[in-house]
């Protein structure tokens, strides 16, 4: 466990030293969680709109015009104030107009509603505008529940075409990985379906162990192996460290996944440089020991000769979105599903690595908002921006939802394993 830890926390270090600019313990005087407020509805909204002013990291590359949102709706806020109660839903319509249409698919506005009604349940404003950008697409995709997954799991372990497998989806293992999934299906393709980008930090909970242990001795020592499939449907992301134990077993050689960039100064536009983001190689020797197994392994690569596909969909984004952009830049690699969520700029709950990223209170104790929002730009290899857009596959396939719900034959994957086989 020791040895984990340490693995971890070198590799974090490591990529904050990637991602990060210059900003010392001086700056909180230009924290906007700092920025005054009254307990006003006008103050909440200018501190709200000033904190996004400074902190957004988009604003190379959004056309929203934010000098005229702090025009067109501070007259609203100040009215708003003048009245006895407002009611929560139209608060939460309000921030939607001003905040909905920023590209950000990783923001998060949370506020407390200082005018509800004493009759008010509900008084907590909740704005995700990756979440409406989504929900308005027209090619709009259900997600997979996760009983139509073990349906279909179990019909073909039925058929006799599943072996090797393992999985948990209880929802309650440690650091945050609600399932994981892996097997051998049809002989020769390995299987993995992690929940979240959260692996590394559940390997303490026996059931990620045992799950990850599974699939990766599978791809270590099981010669029959020519095919991989990552299935990245429905993660919605998590740890870059976890580059360590998805993608990196799966590379040959180093990976450029994006490039991105972060505020150096409180101007909207005060921006680094661009910097890009390699992904390395994780070696055999490097998971025996972060998988703390007794015999030393050799210092060379996990993968082989097989080939890679990832599926993703819909709700596929953050760490999913940056693995498929990653996947497109790898010969051997095929990405297969739907349009992804659209959420790629990497972010931390580090206020001090830079000029942008969340500020406010999650609790709302010390401030009545909190503001979830990205800390880095990103873009691709090629130098286009999927932000608010998300990762286009190789290969687009629209789930069948109603042959796997009455049928328990989720067609993208087989479509995958056919692509593999070369049907």
Known sequence: MIKKQLFKICLLISVLM???????????????????????????FEAIWHGINQNYVFWEIDSIDWDEVYTKYHHRFEYLDEQETVKTEDLQKLYEEICGGLIDNHMVIILENLKAGPDEKNTYVVVNPGKLKVEKRDDLQANIPINNFVECYNKLKDDGRIEHGAGFYDGESTGGLESMFTFVVDEDILYLKPASFYVMAS????????????????????????????????????????????????????????????????GRLD?????????????????????????????????????????????SGSMAEITS????????????GEQTYGATGPLTDNTHVSFSGEFGDKNLKSATYYVKTSTWLARTVAGTFVEGEGVLPDIKVTLDSEKLTNEHIDNQLEYAIDFLHEK
């Open 203 to 266: 390997l303490g909970n026996p059931d990620a162990y045992r799950v990850y242990d599974t699939y990766i001795r599978q791809l270590l020592f099981n010669d029959n192996i020519k095919n991989v499939i990552i299935d990245l449907r429905d993660n919605g992301g998590g740890m870059l460290w976890d580059n360590i134990t998805i993608l990196g077993p799966l590379l040959k050689e180093p990976c450029h996944l994006l490039d991105s960039k972060t505020k150096v100064g409180t």
């Open 18 to 44: 990637i991602f990060s600019s210059c900003r010392d313990s001086g700056d909180d005087l230009i924290d906007p969680s700092h920025y005054p407020q009254t307990e006003t509805m006008t103050g909440q």
């Open 325 to 336: 952009m990653g996947a497109k830049n790898l010969p051997y690699a095929t990405v297969i």
């Open 271 to 315: 921006y680094g440089e661009w910097t890009p983001f390699i992904a390395e190689p994780t070696t055999q020797r490097q998971i025996g020991k972060l998988m703390e197994w007794k015999d030393e392994l050799p210092d060379a690569l996990c993968m082989a000769d097989q080939k890679l596909v990832v599926l993703v969909n819909r709700y």
